[in-house]
């Protein structure tokens, strides 16, 4: 509860509340996953069930102790979504935190909201979808009004719907086997020995599917650096950009470092790739990861990659910051944190940071723009304004780098959640082709 009371009354992310508290109390690992579980349900459901909440509540909501709503969420999210859990055990344990936060009067009022829900949710009543289309889709698949009428204009109806389906799907996780160290075969063969299934991508054989992993500080395999965790999407642009041994290259946006760290493993330890970040314990955690993965003589700089000067150099990576858009199942808060306005700031960013990046690339050399979002704002049009600010530059087809089925026809990388079964993501590949 104190979590949700934490994340609702400050602006941090709930992966960061989660590892905080972690860090702070000795949790057992049977607690851990439950809290995290309530947690990131609540969060995921939390335009649903604050509906649900309103329908019940005599009075208005927000006029009661903030506890009470928290209380409520995490009830309802256990008796909806959790089997398992008997309900008089969902109920005694609310009315009980009810009781020790706010006296009898509150306890009463969340015990008999509770056993009302038990007794009357068939009869709850829901945005009805013809009359307001956006809001019964709002709070059906609980994602912000804005955002859903953003998708349904540029995708339509069903894809909206499969969109906002699969954010509230637990994702798999995705293992990028560091092949300098092992071999996809071997690396299966060994977590097999742990009892841990994997599958291999039918795209690349460097990235396994797991549907769930021991903690990672507990797992030796992770620890000698034999793989990492990274989206299959966040490997495409790396394969769109590629390294070579003896190639220089700048990865301008470089933390947490998961690209980084692929770019060096294609060069076979013979490329030099600069991880470039403004942020210092950002940049902290990257060179933590390549030590991990054998790279030690990792190269870091601090900089704004809006601002960073240097001699040309073969290739440049460009992952922007972005609306992030298309990791929604990934990161379970981030639907409420982000507002349609930021859209419009990110790209003015991501624009200044192309536009620095053209001058850190030889001519000949590839320069590649990537985003974890689906937002044209944030991809095709920047990449647009780019080259019209920049006539030395022009467009190389994702298809020779990548299979098709992730390419559009103007020749970049595209993919969705609900088509690929991977991140949002999009990329471009641009060569410079003069001074």
């Known amino acids: 509860m104190k979590l949700l009371e934490s994340w609702e009354k400050t602006e941090t992310y709930a992966d960061i509340l989660l590892a905080n508290l972690f860090q702070q109390r000795k949790i057992s690992d049977q607690d851990r996953h439950f809290i995290q579980e309530i947690f990131f349900g609540v969060l995921r459901w939390r335009e649903r069930l604050n509906w649900i909440i309103r329908q019940l509540f005599k009075g208005e909501v927000k006029k009661s102790p903030r506890f009470v709503q928290a209380v409520l969420q995490m009830s309802l999210y256990q008796l909806i979504y959790l ?259 930021q859209i419009k700031e990110l790209a003015k960013i991501q624009v200044a940071l192309l536009k620095n990046a053209a001058s850190l690339v030889k001519a000949g050399g590839a320069l590649v723009y990537s985003t974890c979002t689906m937002e044209a704002e944030e991809n095709e049009l920047v990449v647009a304004e780019f080259l019209n600010q920049h006539k030395n530059f022009t467009i190389d087809f994702a298809g020779k780098y990548v299979s098709q089925i992730f390419v559009t026809s103007d020749g970049f990388i595209r993919t969705f959640p609900h088509k690929h079964r991977m991140d949002g993501s999009f990329a471009a590949r641009l060569i410079k082709i003069g001074e």
């Open 83 to 341: 089997s398992g859990i008997p309900h008089y055990a969902v109920i005694n344990e609310a009315v009980k935190i009810a009781k020790q936060k706010g006296g009898q009067y509150w306890a009463g009022k969340v015990n008999a909201i509770l056993r009302n829900f038990l007794k009357q949710q068939g009869e709850i009543v829901y945005p009805n979808r013809e009359s307001s289309r956006v809001d019964a889709l709002a709070v059906h698949y609980s994602h912000p009004r804005w955002l859903v009428q953003r998708w349904l204009e540029s995708w339509g109806e069903e894809a909206t719907i499969a969109l906002c389906s699969i954010d509230n799907e637990r994702p798999a996780l995705t293992l990028r086997v560091n092949q300098t160290r092992i071999s996809p075969p071997l690396l299966i063969a060994r977590l097999s020995t742990d009892n841990i299934t994997v599958r291999q991508s039918p795209f690349n054989e460097n990235f396994l599917y797991a549907d769930n992993l021991p903690e990672l500080s507990q797992m030796p395999e992770f620890q000698e650096g034999l793989f990492s965790i990274q989206d299959e999407s966040a490997g495409l642009a790396c394969l769109l950009l590629g390294a070579q041994p003896g190639e220089k290259i700048f990865d301008l946006c470089a933390a947490p470092g998961g690209k980084t760290g692929y770019l060096m493993e294609m060069g076979k330890k013979a490329a030099k790739v600069f991880a470039i970040d403004l942020h210092l314990p950002r940049l902290k955690l990257v060179r933590q990861n390549l030590l991990r993965l054998g790279f030690s003589d990792s190269r870091v700089i601090q900089a704004d990659g809006r601002y960073f000067c240097s001699q040309p150099v073969d290739k440049v990576l460009v992952d922007a910051p972005c609306s992030g858009l298309g990791v929604l199942a990934k990161r379970v808060d981030l639907r409420w944190r982000r507002k349609p306005e």
